[in-house]
């Protein structure tokens, strides 16, 4: 049987896509959900009972992971969109699974860092089992509120790991919220299109320049979300393979660069680390190691290569009041202004310099007055 090629301008069918909805609370995620095509829904959260008269699917309440790890494509056979509800509360039931084996527990009852490799692995042979079925996945998340200086982040509510990797792996993703229209009236709208106030991805070009695609009565639009997926993917299936990997590498980059900035703890250093390792085969993976070294710097972390992990920078133990009184009359004795002296040495104040400087401090202002000195604070 000969080989079905399909040329680098020819544009590539795809049959299923994942979609990716986190929400503020209340705005009736789980009943999105049930506006798929021909959905089911895998109702780890265990709400879809809340959604009344618009729970228009099939549901499984999963109790434990056991109760739909071994699925069989003749299960969703009369079923077209599978709806995870909740993401995180999957990856949790795969992490929860795992821990009833004695040798995936660390002594604390934790997961060891080994077993935390295999639910990420289980997790994503699992979506990659239901694509190969021809199903869309749907991931409904929560929405978790986040501050960055003085910027407020909306984002999905997992750890950075699993978040960097449903980015990667989602071909359309949008942050639902509710917003005050010129009416007065608070109508909820989905943004597909990346901002610094929320990670987005759209690959199925929704909501023409600004992203935005308003969220109807789903009483009287019952295919409100199967619409948003079919237009999703007659877009995808007009571009050629190329056009399509450039465009989700542009995006990868722009959420990968907003990660970066969110980032504050040697953690998030580490979980983006780890990301990184699984894209290096990435087009942007130098734009993308760079955003992160960039952001490390930042912080003051550096990373410990024998243990291959992001350390916080050593605390600060400045000269105390009296020395600093110390070296201010010892500027004044030799006509240098303090100012121009921190200027010069590149800190802010005085109580900026190191408390192990102090002596090297006092012996350059006093060579100083001598011409002898250098810049040592």
């Known amino acids: 049987m000969s080989l079905n090629i399909i040329s680098a301008d020819q544009a590539l069918n795809v049959s299923a896509i994942i979609t990716y909805i986190y929400a503020d609370p209340g705005l009736g995620k789980t009943s999105l959900g049930f506006t798929g095509d021909k959905a089911i829904s895998f109702d780890f959260d265990r709400g879809a009972h809340r959604t009344g008269e618009l729970r228009r699917g099939a549901v499984v309440t999963v109790q434990q992971w056991a109760d739909i790890e071994n699925i069989k494509e003749q299960d969703l056979a009369p079923y077209n969109t599978v709806v995870i509800d909740t993401v995180g509360a999957m990856l949790e039931a795969i992490k929860t699974h795992l821990l009833k084996t004695a040798n995936n527990r660390q002594q604390d009852g934790a997961l060891k860092l080994k077993a935390q490799g295999l639910a990420n692995m289980k997790f994503k ?22 501050q960055n200086g003085d910027q407020v982040i909306y984002r999905p509510e997992l750890g950075g790991k699993n978040r960097n990797e449903l980015y990667r792996i989602a071909d359309i993703m949008g942050y639902m919220t509710t917003v005050t229209t010129g009416e007065g009236k608070n109508a909820r709208v989905i943004n597909f299109k990346p901002s610094p106030t929320h990670h987005a991805k759209n690959s199925g070009a929704l909501g023409g320049e600004t992203g935005e695609v308003w969220v109807p009565d789903l009483k009287s639009h019952p295919t409100f979300l199967a619409d948003l997926i079919a237009q999703s993917k007659a877009h995808i299936n007009t571009l050629t393979p190329a056009q399509l990997a450039l465009a989700k590498a542009v995006e990868d980059l722009e959420n990968w660069k907003q990660s970066c900035e969110e980032a504050v703890y040697p953690s998030d250093l580490n979980h983006l680390t780890e990301t990184l390792k699984l894209d290096k085969e990435h087009v942007y993976y130098q734009n993308m190691r760079q955003a992160m070294l960039a952001r490390a710097k930042v912080l003051g972390c550096t990373f410990d290569i024998p243990r291959e992990t992001w350390i916080e920078p050593p605390e600060f133990n400045g000269i105390t009041e009296a020395q600093r009184d110390e070296l201010q009359n010892l500027l004044a004795q030799a006509n240098l202004d303090v100012m121009a002296f921190c200027e010069n040495q590149g800190i802010d104040s005085l109580m ?10 006092k012996a350059h202002i006093i060579n100083t007055t001598q011409g002898q000195g250098a810049a040592i604070a």
């Open 125 to 146: 042979q699992y979506i990659n089992t239901l694509l190969s079925f021809g199903k869309d996945v749907v991931f409904i998340a929560h929405a978790s509120e986040d």
């Open 352 to 361: 900026a310099i190191e408390a192990s400087k102090f002596n090297d401090v």
